[in-house]
């Protein structure tokens, strides 16, 4: 280092900062070998941070790059996971524009829901304050990380210039049919007093927050018509870019399900109380629907386990329930 530093100051194309900084790196270099204690970190750090900052190359005419990490629920503070998050998307933003690549890495806030509502009822302030103050501090927190982040692209989903474009989008999948409502079990935290998905259920049927024991309830509710693009969903998984995410492809695939059939509502008749109007039914042979005799349920279904007591009896490998369906193709 002291080397090139001798021939620095003999060029004449480079200009004094750019010397002082050299300067500064062989003072750093020279601490780090005799004396670093944390004080003198984080006097470097201190030193180098806005500079860091600054150096964000004039890429604009550059091939464009995305990089975005997950967005942070704004819980008050950040901890080593968050740290672990965007040090990896840092050094990838860092990377592609030392590239000459023109790289938008935003940040934002995942701050709508029940989580910040909860937290504010328990400290008895409302949630707008909470949820406002939390990301002033962790913002804050990361701009401590030195993280490269694009903050004129900072966004919140708690902020009407955000989820007025999600109602959008729900309103034009509302225009084109692929929004619907309809009767549905679903898992139901009595604590939290909200609807819970599978993986937020643990093995002994408590919520994964409140640690209740989940209920089934029937609810009216909003659906998103998927199965629509299930097909293309799926076809598009084999697709050889993401050779590398076998684990996630698989998960995906199990959740879309075989393309191979369809499923339709048939209306539910039932002395069962607390029932849905309908009963939904998948076949992979529907041009035949109309001369179906019966249907199968399994033995975890709501109308099995409401007719039969012992699940375990050996004995009980098909039995009759008294409940009707309609087949919508013969209405009676």
């Known amino acids: 280092m002291k080397y090139r530093l001798s021939n620095l100051k003999l060029s004449k194309k480079l200009n004094q900062p750019f010397i002082n900084t050299v300067r500064h790196a062989s003072a750093s270099l020279g601490l780090w070998e005799s004396n670093m204690t944390n004080e003198v970190r984080h006097k470097i750090e201190e030193h180098w941070k806005d500079k860091i900052l600054s150096q964000k190359s004039d890429s604009s005419g550059g091939e464009k790059y995305y990089v975005l990490s997950m967005f942070p629920y704004p819980s008050g503070s950040l901890h080593m996971g968050h740290v672990r998050v965007y040090a990896i998307s840092d050094a990838v933003s860092r990377f592609h524009r030392l590239k000459g690549r023109d790289v938008i890495h935003p940040m934002g806030w995942d701050a709508f829901g029940l989580p910040a509502e909860n937290a504010a009822l328990e400290r008895k302030i409302d949630p707008q304050e909470w949820t406002e103050s939390n990301i002033s501090n962790m913002k804050a927190q990361l701009k401590t990380l030195g993280c490269d982040f694009d903050w004129d692209c900072e966004l919140a989903t708690c902020h009407p210039e955000y ?117 939904n039914v998948w076949t992979d042979r529907p041009e035949f629907i109309e001369h179906a005799k019966f249907v199968a349920v399994s033995k975890d279904n709501f109308l099995a386990k409401s007719r039969i007591k012992d699940f375990n009896d050996p004995e009980l490998e098909t039995v009759f329930l008294d409940a009707t369906v309609i087949n919508p193709r013969t209405k009676p």
């Open 163 to 279: 989820y007025r474009w999600t109602q959008e989008l729900f309103l034009k999948l509302f225009d084109r049919g692929l929004a619907y409502q309809k009767q549905s079990f679903v898992n139901w935290d009595p604590v939290d007093e909200t609807v819970l998905a599978d993986e937020q259920v643990d093995q002994n049927g408590n919520s994964w927050r409140s640690g209740a024991k989940v209920q089934k309830k029937l609810l009216k509710q909003w659906f998103i018509r998927t199965t629509a693009f299930a097909k293309s969903l799926m076809s598009g998984l084999d697709d050889p870019m993401l050779k590398e995410w076998r684990d996630i492809i698989k998960i995906q695939k199990h959740w879309i399900g075989e393309c191979t059939g369809t499923s339709m509502d048939f209306k539910l008749v039932t002395d069962l109380s607390g029932k849905p109007d309908s009963f």
